[in-house]
């Protein structure tokens, strides 16, 4: 069984977070928007909801996963096979009005995940929204990541019974102009 394999297992941890984050999204995704998905895994998350006329760019590093999305993938959506800890591959659709972080700050030492939320302005409209995610602890530091770079806290999950947490925040400072060649972390 590979990791994402829990995805389909009804009940499980993976299963559970994914419908938080869909149910955080759903809202966002109320209209034609630009979207940005970093280490997109299939695109499960995102593709299913995504309203038509959507740009968005998905970047995954397992070429299986990566092709497993480029295959669902509605026109207006470029799936890149490739490295989601630098921003070249963003530049089609930045700025973004959405942008998902899930399954990224749990896989980065803390310091790539301190750099990547505090480079977030430059990839995000103002008043972007992130989604993210974390498994175990870790979530507290993450939440204040965001508040010291500028993001407002709309939403948060950490259910008891279970190892995930999401997080939905808004940048509430100006962005920033897109930078190409930009590291923003590294799996760990």
């Not at 310091?111 to 870790?138: F, H, K, Q, Y």
């Amino acid at each position: 069984m590979r990791w994402h394999d829990e995805y389909d297992i009804p009940g499980s941890s993976l299963a559970r977070r994914l419908e938080v984050v869909r149910g955080f999204l759903r809202p966002l995704l109320d209209r034609p928007r630009r979207v940005i998905s970093m280490c997109a895994g299939d695109g499960r998350d995102v593709l299913p909801l995504l309203p038509s006329g959507s740009r968005a760019v998905l970047v995954e590093w397992d070429p299986a996963l990566a092709d497993r999305a480029r295959q669902s993938a509605p026109s207006g959506v470029t799936v890149v096979t490739g490295d989601a800890g630098i921003t070249d591959p963003y530049a089609s659709v930045a700025p973004a009005e959405v942008l998902l972080a899930c399954g990224v700050f749990g896989n980065i030492p803390y310091a790539d995940t301190c750099r990547t939320i505090e480079a977030l302005p430059t990839l995000l409209t103002p008043g972007g929204t992130v989604v993210w995610t974390r498994a175990g602890s870790g979530a507290a530091e993450v939440r204040d990541a965001f508040a010291r770079s500028g993001f407002e806290e709309l939403a948060f999950s950490e259910p008891a019974d279970a190892r995930f947490r999401v997080g939905l925040h808004r940048l509430r400072r100006p962005a920033k102009p897109f930078a190409a060649g930009v590291r923003l972390f590294t799996f760990v």
